[in-house]
């Protein structure tokens, strides 16, 4: 079943996003597959934690069933070549499409330094705290 992409404004998503310091946390492991579940963390000044579901979705993946239809891999592959990332929700989580079969450590810090961008914080105030196992 491919999945349904729901776009997201990046000025919709959380103010902190771009005022706070900022930890991707992976919930599973990098080499689980084409969707790594995740959420973006950070603590305020007076110590409140904010939290988001926020997963990775690689978009080439197309065995045994393309992940999503042409138009949206399209779409992931024109923002990806200028310098954008696609943001978006499925299930009600908050996902970053992405081109690619799969995940690395250089392309989760690329998602993210993105994300960054799009909500106008500065990418050092980003970090990504990765679980390697499958």
Known sequence: MQAVITDVDPFDLPEWLGTLEVVWRADVGLRTGHLVRGRLTASGADGAAQEIACDLLAVDEAYPVPVVDDATRLRVHQAWRHGQVVIGEIDSRTVLAVPGTGF???????????????????????????????
Do not use: I, N, Q, T
Request: charged share 25%; net charge positive; proline share 3%.
């Open 104 to 134: 690395g450590p250089d392309l989760v810090l690329d998602a993210l330094g993105r994300l960054a961008r799009a909500v106008g914080a500065h990418a050092e105030r980003y970090a990504a705290l990765l679980r390697l196992s499958a």
